[in-house]
């Protein structure tokens, strides 16, 4: 058996696959922001699972790493620095523990589904805040497995900011008082596409990936806002930076936890 957890800001994540991938039991808890009483709560649910014969887990974590000593160093919407937690679980389960950034494990699990279409996969969340990752013949680019897209700065009404502070989920909510899942309107999804568009252009322009697929919460709703998004690009398109396919997620909302999975069958399969 192997073991996934997917640290959130808000929500953690735990499932139980089986070595050809079946998931074959879950649980999640929200995210404590103490991290004494989020490794209490994380002990408690592996128990609770039952399983006493894990081969191997993996830990997808929302920020900066130290991969080679399993220390997580800096989080993105947790206030934790520098924390073993690869040690910590260890002990728990009695096997190896790899970490990984989540939106990088979340970009191997959509890029190996269209393996045989692209080999060089730039996958974008778009979620609470925005990030991405590129995969290139089933691996995570080591080159840019510590990037942040959604940090970059960008001008957008009338001052720099960064690009998830404008056209994240959370930003979404701000401007329109609705969660992404609430909003029908085109004209705002013709809006939203158009600040996707500002940041996702650069990198594209940097990247030149053979294929774009938006997943997390907001790209679970690629059907709403797709076909003014690919127009939108295609606006901006030039003779060096050709515009590549564009497509939604196949597992918007559960590729992190599939992509644990993918890395702990490529190092323990």
């Known amino acids: 058996m192997y073991l996934g957890v997917d640290v ?7 499932a139980v696959f089986t070595k050809d991938g079946t998931l074959k039991q879950s649980v999640r808890f929200e995210t404590p922001q103490d991290y004494d009483q989020f490794l209490e709560k994380l002990t408690s649910e592996i128990h609770v699972l039952g399983v006493d014969d894990f081969q ?9 790493l130290d991969r080679e000593h399993g220390v997580a160093i800096a989080f993105s919407h947790l206030p934790w620095k520098n924390v073993p937690l690869a040690a910590v679980v260890e ?8 970490i990984e950034n989540d939106v990088k494990l979340g970009a191997l699990s959509e890029a190996i589904l269209i393996k045989n279409e692209f080999r060089k ?17 089933g691996i995570i680019d080591p080159d840019l497995a510590d990037s ?3 940090q970059m700065l960008l001008q957008y009404d009338g001052k720099l900011q960064k690009w998830e502070d404008f056209a994240s989920g959370k930003a979404i909510v701000k401007k ?12 705002a999804w013709q809006d939203i596409a158009h600040t996707i568009a500002l940041g996702l252009i650069d990198v594209v322009a940097v990247i030149q990936p053979a294929v774009v697929v938006i997943g997390g919460g907001v790209g679970a709703h690629f059907a709403k806002f797709g076909t003014p998004l690919k127009k939108e690009m295609k606006s901006y ?19 992190v936890i599939y992509g644990c999975y993918e890395l702990l069958k490529a190092k323990h399969g």
């Open 8 to 14: 959130g800001g808000t929500k953690t994540l735990l």
């Open 56 to 64: 191997a887990a993996c830990l997808a974590l929302p920020g900066l």
């Open 91 to 98: 002990k728990i389960i009695r096997a190896p523990v790899h």
């Open 121 to 137: 996969v730039l996958y974008v969340t778009i979620s609470t805040g925005i990030s991405a990752g590129l995969v290139i013949g």
């Open 148 to 150: 942040e897209s959604g």
């Open 176 to 187: 329109y008082g609705k969660r992404a899942s609430e909003i029908n309107d085109p004209k």
């Open 237 to 255: 398109e030039m003779s060096l930076v050709p515009i590549p396919p564009i497509r939604g997620a196949k597992r918007p909302e559960e590729a």
